[in-house]
């Protein structure tokens, strides 16, 4: 699959666009790759992207702009109106991706370290967010294996309209359990896992695609039943 970064386009509003993709910026290691994950998933897919700068990313002297900047390689004055949508939320970054997330398509979360690290740890703020948003989310690693004529690897579980929805832009091969996810992500641009319920109490132990995120070599893409 072929992701291509795009510059920041004019945008006008200061809300989560519905139908767009919004993209967790927390103040980590990880928030560089998963905006520019966002960006050319948004790029391709024709969709708006809106940053969500929350936790530690919005504490006051945070300087987040000039960071986003930096990761997008744009002068600090694109980082404001119109040329990005940002909002920023204090507090606990769980309940602010939670409920800004209800109004996107997809819900891209960084999280820090290299991948593969076998059964390494995602953090609170992926590990409740995945297994508690109803909608789609992207586990994106600090840095990990880019193909850009990669596969997707669906999950045998995951429905076929996101199947067929997702083979629009990448050839797709299905993988029968955890284990073949994670060895087929070798090869892949991105998985796609299916978490089996969410609900406001849903604990991460139960959420398969977070197993898988652990461990993969891509970004993880979670479905939910």
């Given amino acids: 699959m072929t992701l291509v970064q795009r510059r920041p386009q004019p945008l006008a509003r200061t ?4 139908g767009g993709v919004l993209v967790a910026w927390l103040g980590g290691s990880g928030d560089a790759a998963a905006l520019r994950w966002a960006l050319s998933w ?8 809106t940053v969500l700068v929350t936790g530690q990313a919005a504490t006051p002297g945070s300087a987040y702009r000039s960071h986003i900047a930096a990761a997008l390689g744009v002068p600090v004055g694109m980082t404001e109106a119109p040329f990005m949508r940002i909002l920023e939320r204090s507090g606990d970054p769980v309940a602010a991706l939670l409920t800004a997330g209800i109004r996107a398509d997809v819900l891209v979360i960084p999280t820090g370290g290299p991948a593969p690290i076998p059964n390494r740890s995602l953090g609170r703020t992926v590990e409740r ?4 948003h109803p909608g789609a989310v992207v586990v994106v690693p600090a840095l990990y294996r880019e193909d850009e004529e990669g ?3 669906v999950g045998h579980d995951v429905e076929h309209v996101i199947v067929n929805d997702l083979a629009r832009y990448a050839p797709i ?3 029968d359990s955890t284990a073949a996810m994670i ?10 896992a299916r978490c089996h319920g969410h609900h406001p109490g849903a604990l991460p132990a139960s959420c398969q695609p977070l197993h898988i995120a652990a461990s993969a070599w891509c970004p993880v893409l979670t479905v939910h039943a």
Avoid: F, P
């Avoid at 809300?15 to 519905?18: G, L």
């Avoid at 948004?42 to 992207?49: G, K, L, N, Y």
């Avoid at 967010?129 to 508690?132: D, G, I, L, T």
């Fill in 15 to 18: 809300t989560v666009h519905r």
């Fill in 42 to 49: 948004a790029h391709q897919t024709a969709r708006d992207v």
């Fill in 129 to 132: 967010v995945v297994a508690r």
């Fill in 151 to 153: 596969w997707v690897v």
């Fill in 173 to 175: 091969v299905r993988a």
């Fill in 183 to 192: 060895d087929a992500s070798r090869s892949a641009s991105l998985v796609v």
